[in-house]
């Protein structure tokens, strides 16, 4: 009998093992998953203790090809964004490399697509626009050049955690950073990678992998 409890007693052990560590796999997959890709920005709470986490807020621009573009252009899509401008002598084309990387290996992946925000609506016109994304060689329907009402759009920068501020003694008058942004189908601010750090964004391609994958399952 003391045999047979000792086996019965093992058996267990071995059943218990095997469900934490295979049946539950799923769950510790979707903790590191979560932990990699937080929801970023400031959390409010409602009265009645409900979490209501940072959003991107309505917006409305035109982009290269004189099309109006809002939250809805990107319903159930991710988006990855960028500020720039077309005279931007200093960071921008860095991170326009960058940022067709990104364009390149997802191009064919419909439920991502790209923004970048003009900070210089004077001067980058639709038509400015439309011969920057052209020289570029990008579809138009994949990765949108915006611009707007000045005050918007800098108003915009702050919601996706960049910085960009008018400053005349810096190159090209406008200081800013050259952060690329990923915002997921819920316009949550999910994670972001330096646009003028190549290998940083080598590690940013990879995480988008795993992103689509676990939102769309696809990541191509």
Known sequence: ????????????????????????????????????????????????????????????????????????????????????FIHCPSICPRVKAQMLRVYEKFEDNDNLLLVSHSLDPKRDTVAALRSYAD?????????????????????????YFIVANEDPDVAGGIDHSGRIVLVDKNRHVRAFAEGTDPDDVTQFLKDLEWFLEEEYGNAN
């Open 135 to 159: 020289k570029l060689g990008v579809d138009g329907s994949k990765w949108h050049f915006l611009t707007g009402e000045k005050d918007m759009i800098y108003a915009m920068n702050s919601e």
């Open 1 to 84: 009998m003391r045999y047979l409890i000792i086996t019965i007693l093992l058996l267990s052990a071995l059943f218990g093992i095997y469900y934490f560590t295979v049946d539950n796999k799923p769950a510790v997959v979707t903790s590191d998953f979560e932990e990699a890709f937080p929801i970023l920005g400031f959390k409010d709470i409602t009265p009645e203790g409900d979490t209501i986490n940072h959003s991107i807020p309505d917006f409305s621009f035109i982009n290269q090809d004189s099309l109006e573009i809002t939250n809805e252009t990107f319903a159930n899509k991710a988006y990855i964004t960028d500020f720039f």
